[in-house]
């Protein structure tokens, strides 16, 4: 029997969307995934200090607030125990196919619905997919000269070997971004040498990141509407930062004077800091959260080193200056291809259009993130242009979910076997000013960024607040699409 809406994923988006089209009463609903257990990112990034850098209120729905969080930056078990514990309060796993990845998505003309193949040869029907994918599933390693001839051990931090015991050991730590900040301040007592590889110094302010004591967590639980006040603070105060980023200097300016103030008090040595601070202007690449990756920085057993790598010997690394280290593993902390959405599928839409061909020749793009012309009855979740560098991607993937319920009702409405398809010119002209907006922005500023494919174009930010997102996202504008029948 075919299904209502299909949702690949099982993710923050993928079970948010479950979880709406239940509370909505539409029941006819399946979720393929391809592991043996929710949680998307927070279940295949488990490397030591893992942890949120949104304050856990913020980031979780606000449909199942979770007044029992242990800090306001909770660590990645947590995360993952609220995603199961949210799937199990609603009652949805019984829509869940764990171990099954889609491996093929086509429109079928003639039915109005989209065909779905897994990798076990299983073919189910839906009128509706809901792609929630998610960006961060695709560890991002560089092509270092001579990486194949190392005799020791590499593995990325998001895939993390636990069978691996760093003590004692000579560690490389290869970038310095958000899961490197995080890895150095834990592995760093433990290991004989860290020494830490830095492309570009990034921007580190204060995380604060406090305990919530039991009476606080019976408090919220017992005033749900206290929670709620703390997590609309957190909201608007990243509201205001994100001013920062879109054209306000002078909070821009505060922003930068609190990182350089933070880097100060916790670092003595001028060369450390010349080396530290970065050059760039505040929020062009992604702004971190640590109060303790610069002390770890300052140890014995650390180096950092920013001097660019030559290349990778059987025994160590050579940067440019010449210099040999010799290592015995050699952690790759350096993110995800995230650009460049990718698809670890075939996704074939009218007139046998491939959207990853499309995608490669004009760069991901999308209607608001959520549907694209010629891929009729497809919703992203968290697709082009929906991502962030202030607040909560939660509250965008919410956003969506508006949009999701709304199209579903005109769909309904418009009857069986029925679909809509974005126009072209919409599209085009949504992007365009989108690309636009974008040059106003400080990740315009040109810096080198994960924000920008490999053509320089930035199709990973919204380029303004997130409520001007919720707002274009609460209905969908029927003179969008074109309605069609069979």
């Known amino acids: ?16 969307a479950a979880i709406r089209l239940k509370l909505s009463g539409r029941h006819s609903v399946v979720v393929f995934e391809r592991a043996d257990d929710v949680g998307g990112t927070w279940r295949e990034n488990t490397y030591p200090g893992c942890a949120c850098d949104v304050p856990s209120h913020l980031y979780s729905f606000s449909f199942a607030p979770n007044p029992h969080w242990s800090k306001a930056y909770s660590p990645q078990p947590e995360i993952q125990r609220y995603l199961q514990q949210c799937v199990d309060r609603f009652g949805i796993r019984d829509q869940i196919r764990f171990n099954t990845e889609i491996v093929s998505t086509v429109w079928q003309e003639d039915k109005a619905c989209w065909q779905l193949t897994d990798s076990h040869g299983t073919v189910t029907t839906a009128r509706v997919v809901v792609a929630a994918i998610g960006p961060l599933n695709r560890p991002s390693v560089p092509k270092l000269p001579g990486l194949d001839t190392f005799t020791g051990t590499t593995f990325h931090s998001a895939r993390w070997n636990h069978d691996y015991d760093l003590t004692g050991k000579r560690v490389a730590v290869i970038g310095t971004g958000a899961s490197a900040i995080q890895i150095v301040p834990e592995i760093a007592p433990s290991v004989a040498q860290l020494t830490v590889f830095q492309r570009t110094a990034p921007y580190v302010t204060p995380r604060n990141n406090r305990n919530y004591a039991p009476w606080q967590q019976r408090l919220y639980d017992r005033v749900p509407a206290l929670q709620q006040l703390h997590r609309g603070f957190f909201y608007w105060l990243n509201e205001l930062f994100g001013l920062s980023f879109m054209g306000n200097d002078v ?29 760039y202007k505040m929020g062009c690449k992604r702004v971190l959260v640590s ?12 180096a950092l080193v920013t001097d660019q790598i030559a290349a990778v010997m059987p025994t160590g690394i050579r940067t440019t200056d010449g210099q040999e280290r010799p290592f015995d593993a050699l952690i790759f902390s350096t993110g995800f291809v995230v650009a460049d959405i990718y698809l670890n599928q075939t996704l074939t839409g009218r007139n046998g259009r491939s959207l990853l061909d499309e995608w490669a020749q004009t760069g991901a793009q999308a209607l608001l993130g959520t549907t694209v012309s010629g891929f009729p009855n497809l919703i992203f979740l968290m697709g082009p242009n929906t991502g962030l560098g202030h607040n909560s991607v939660v509250h965008m993937i919410e956003s969506q979910l508006n949009y999701m319920i709304d199209y579903l009702r005109h769909l309904e409405q418009a009857g069986d076997g029925a679909f809509l398809d974005v126009k072209p010119d919409i599209q085009e002209t949504h992007n365009a000013d989108l690309q636009q907006q974008l040059t106003g922005t400080v990740w315009a500023s040109g810096c080198q960024s994960w924000y920008m494919n490999e053509q320089g174009r930035n199709t990973t930010l919204w380029p303004a607040l997130t409520v001007s997102y919720r707002n274009q996202t609460r209905r969908i504008n029927l003179a969008d699409y074109t309605v069609e029948r069979l």
Not at 251 to 278: F, Y
């Open 291 to 302: 109060d303790d990756y610069y002390p770890a920085l300052t140890r014995p057993n650390v």
């Open 1 to 16: 029997m075919p299904y209502e809406v299909a949702i690949i994923g099982a993710g923050f988006a993928g079970l948010g």
């Open 251 to 279: 909070i821009n300016k505060l922003g930068t004077a609190q990182a350089r103030k933070h880097l100060e008090s916790q670092i003595s040595d001028p060369e450390l800091r010349r080396k530290a601070w970065p050059t």
